[in-house]
């Protein structure tokens, strides 16, 4: 019995922060509840993209050279490529992109970007805004 309230109390906790991560994540026209998975991919895809707005504006500001750097690029870093162990959804190194989303689920999901709502191209300009 002790077993199952553990368990329940753990469910618990862990949709309350997926309701939590969905508060912050930007909303969908339609309002529709992303299920548990799709935060996750959201999620994942969103900070990506606000990681390579900052680090298109901070190779601009360096062109520039009049703009102060938003973040330094060892704090930044680049985006993780699929194959490396910073994509923890991989399921194989095969392709080139450094978009997350290539990365999978588990190796027995689809890989496409069908499976985020949107193409990676679409994530920067989507996003982009909430920089700004």
């Known amino acids: 019995l002790k077993a199952n309230d553990r368990e329940r109390n753990r469910m618990h906790n862990l949709n309350d922060a997926l309701d939590a991560l969905r508060g912050v994540l930007p909303a969908f026209p339609d309002e529709t509840k992303l299920t548990k998975i799709e935060t996750l991919r959201f999620a ?6 606000l990681s390579e707005t900052i680090r298109i504006a901070d190779l601009q500001a360096g062109k520039s050279g009049d703009a102060p750097r938003l973040l330094s690029t060892t704090f930044l870093g680049s985006a993780p490529s699929p194959g490396s162990e910073s ?7 095969s392709s080139s992109s450094s978009s997350p989303a290539y ?6 999901s689809p890989t496409g970007a069908e499976d985020y709502g949107y193409l ?3 994530a920067l300009m989507r996003f982009r805004s909430f920089v700004y």
């Open 44 to 49: 994942h895809n969103y900070i990506w993209a």
């Open 87 to 93: 994509c923890s959804w991989s399921s194989s190194g």
């Open 103 to 108: 990365c999978a689920s588990s190796p027995g």
């Open 120 to 122: 990676p191209q679409d």
